[in-house]
């Protein structure tokens, strides 16, 4: 069966320092990979899609990237973090070609 | 360009009691339909789907949902509702050809004892 891991799960960063939170999905291959922001009491804004490696879409234009070096992994980054940052982010997967999308458990980050 | 409409905000039930959770979407074919939930601090979890085929599709945790295209919804209901299942739910359409989900704004489910 498919499993999807999201670490760090809480994070507590400074405005001006760098981001890295990974994604990593088990048991299939060659999935969709989306980052998903969640600002608190809000709903779910996508960031970025990934159809393949080295392969990425932008929805919002910000202070954010993402990067997929292999074909199961998706790097979400920043350079400098913004209080703006701060939030629930959400990775998920799906099927090639199908629509339903399997979502990871989260990485709460808190931007000080 | 497809969107999601949950017009109720929140929502609150008493245990045992039914519960339908309404969506409607904005889409020219038939779309792929899909409904969430979100416990506190967790990620989402798939409920059910629509396709294509019956437009009464069952999921897990006993719910199921109605596909109405004449009506453009596709409302969950569950008909006795279980102090667990408060949380956050999600309506969700595909947008065809980009690969993409579009996702409503969510229906926080309160359950009163």
């Known amino acids: 069966s498919q499993t999807i891991h999201q670490w760090p799960a809480t994070l507590v960063q400074p405005v001006g320092s760098p981001l890295s939170l990974e994604c990593t999905v088990e048991?299939?291959?060659?999935?969709?990979l989306y980052w998903y922001r969640q600002a608190a009491g809000r709903g779910l804004q996508l960031l970025f899609y990934?159809?393949?490696?080295?392969?990425i879409s932008s929805e919002v234009p910000q202070n954010l990237s993402a990067s997929r070096p292999q074909d199961r992994q998706f790097i979400l980054s920043s350079k400098k973090l913004l209080l703006s940052d701060s939030g629930f982010y959400l990775c998920?997967?799906?099927?090639?070609?199908?629509?339903?999308?399997?979502f990871g458990p989260g990485t709460r980050l808190t931007v000080t | 360009a497809q969107s999601v409409t949950q017009p109720d905000i929140h929502i609150t039930v008493s245990e045992g009691a039914s519960l339908e959770l309404r969506c409607n979407y904005s889409?020219?074919?038939?779309?792929?339909l899909f409904w969430y939930v979100q416990s506190p601090g967790q990620g989402l979890q798939l409920l059910l789907k629509?396709?294509?085929?019956?437009?009464l599709v069952q999921g897990i945790k006993g719910f199921e949902a109605e596909f109405k295209r004449s009506q453009s919804s596709f409302n969950l209901r569950k008909p006795s509702v279980h102090w667990s299942d408060a949380a956050e739910y999600f309506c969700?359409?595909?947008?065809?050809?980009?690969?993409?989900?579009?996702f409503g704004t969510g229906t926080r489910l309160l359950v009163s004892p």
């Open positions: 998920a997967w799906s099927p090639t070609g199908r629509g339903e999308q399997y």
């Open positions: 048991g299939t291959s060659n999935p969709n």
């Open positions: 990934s159809v393949g490696i080295g392969q």
């Open positions: 889409y020219g074919a038939t779309p792929y």
């Open positions: 629509y396709f294509s085929g019956d437009t």
């Open positions: 969700a359409v595909e947008d065809t050809g980009f690969q993409k989900l579009v």
